[in-house]
Nanobody, 119 residues
């Protein structure tokens, strides 16, 4: 029943901006930890940004000061505002939610959205 639907990717020039969206059903962002990952084929994944149920945010060093993760509880949606984009930001970005329970942890992933930054 859990679905994460991503949107907002595209092609932009270096220095431009994009806003990614991830709308969830079957799971509530505000009581779980949500975030964004990126991963090239055959390479290690990278946590780009995350936001906890308490509103604590974390970012990978390379995007600090440029990207902002946020949450709209009424829409059950998280966003990634990406400013001052660089060609090295080019990747497929995946929305992720982790639900923690006493018996097990559950991970859910969006379909991915392509971000391409040209020089």
């Amino acid at each position: 029943q859990v679905q994460l639907v991503e949107s907002g990717g595209g092609l932009v020039q270096a220095g431009g901006s994009l806003r990614l969206s991830c709308a969830a059903s079957g799971i509530i962002f505000s009581i779980n930890t949500g975030g964004w990952y990126r991963q090239a084929p055959g390479k290690q994944h990278e946590l780009v940004a995350a936001i906890t149920s308490g509103g604590i945010t974390v970012y990978t060093e390379s995007v600090k000061g440029r990207f902002t993760i946020s949450r709209d509880n009424a829409k059950n949606t998280i966003y990634l505002q990406m400013n001052s984009l660089k060609p090295e930001d080019t990747n497929v970005y995946y929305c992720h939610v982790r639900r923690v329970s006493p018996s097990n942890d559950y991970d859910y992933w969006g379909q991915g959205t392509q971000v391409t930054v040209s020089s």
